[in-house]
T-cell receptor, first 111, second 110 residues
Framework: SQTIHQWPATLVQPVGSPLSLECTVEGTSNPNLYWYRQAAGRGLQLLFYSVGIGQISSEVPQNLSASRPQDRQFILSSKKLLLSDSGFYLC??????????FGPGTRLLVL | GQQLNQSPQSMFIQEGEDVSMNCTSSSIFNTWLWYKQDPGEGPVLLIALYKAGELTSNGRLTAQFGTTRKDSFLNISASIPSDVGIYFCAGPAGANNLFFGTGTRLTVIP
């Protein structure tokens, strides 16, 4: 069965520091992968999606970037974090019949 | 732009009561999905609907694909404390993406 791992689970970072969040998947090949952000008490905002290695589509302009160095690895990065980057970051993959499966999430607090 | 509005935004109900929530779209959807997000976790798919008028159940949950294809409804019967969470509707947005609604936050009072 498919599994999504997200690391770290929780992160507290100062403003201006760099960021690297990792998402790895198991049990599938060549999945479409997604990064979402969820602000406290809010809905899901799609940040990036990837249909394959090295292929990244950005949905919202921001100071974040994404990379897909391997088929089952999706990384979310920033060179300098802003306070507004705080939130719950979710990685997801495509499943059959237009559905998506979500990982456990990373909670980021920027101070 | 495309919008998915969920109503109500939040609900406080007594354990054992039935729950109804809905999702309306500014455009036609050919697929409606309902997800539940437990506190501090990722959303989990509850029900998927693929045909206008379709009524699908998953245990105490029942969802309907509106006949106009611009709305969907989710009902929970005999609520229990573990029903607490945020319920999201979603639909396809382009070839590879999903568009999520604003969410309905459910609180069940024991």
């Amino acid at each position: 069965s498919q599994t999504i791992h997200q690391w770290p689970a929780t992160l507290v970072q100062p403003v201006g520091s760099p960021l690297s969040l990792e998402c790895t998947v198991e049990g599938t090949s060549n999945p479409n992968l997604y990064w979402y952000r969820q602000a406290a008490g809010r809905g899901l905002q799609l940040l990036f999606y990837s249909v394959g290695i090295g292929q990244i589509s950005s949905e919202v302009p921001q100071n974040l970037s994404a990379s897909r160095p391997q088929d089952r690895q999706f990384i979310l990065s920033s060179k300098k974090l802003l306070l507004s980057d705080s939130g719950f970051y979710l990685c997801a993959l495509d499943r059959a019949w237009e559905t998506q499966y979500f990982g456990p999430g990373t909670r980021l607090l920027v101070l | 732009g495309q919008q998915l509005n969920q109503s109500p935004q939040s609900m406080f109900i007594q354990e054992g009561e039935d729950v109804s929530m809905n999702c309306t779209s500014s455009s036609i959807f050919n697929t409606w999905l309902w997800y539940k997000q437990d506190p501090g976790e990722g959303p989990v798919l509850l029900i998927a609907l693929y045909k206008a008028g379709e009524l699908t159940s998953n245990g105490r949950l029942t969802a309907q694909f509106g006949t106009t294809r611009k709305d969907s409804f989710l009902n929970i019967s005999a609520s229990i404390p573990s029903d607490v969470g945020i319920y999201f509707c979603a639909g396809p947005a382009g070839a590879n993406n999903l568009f999520f609604g604003t969410g309905t936050r459910l609180t069940v009072i024991p």
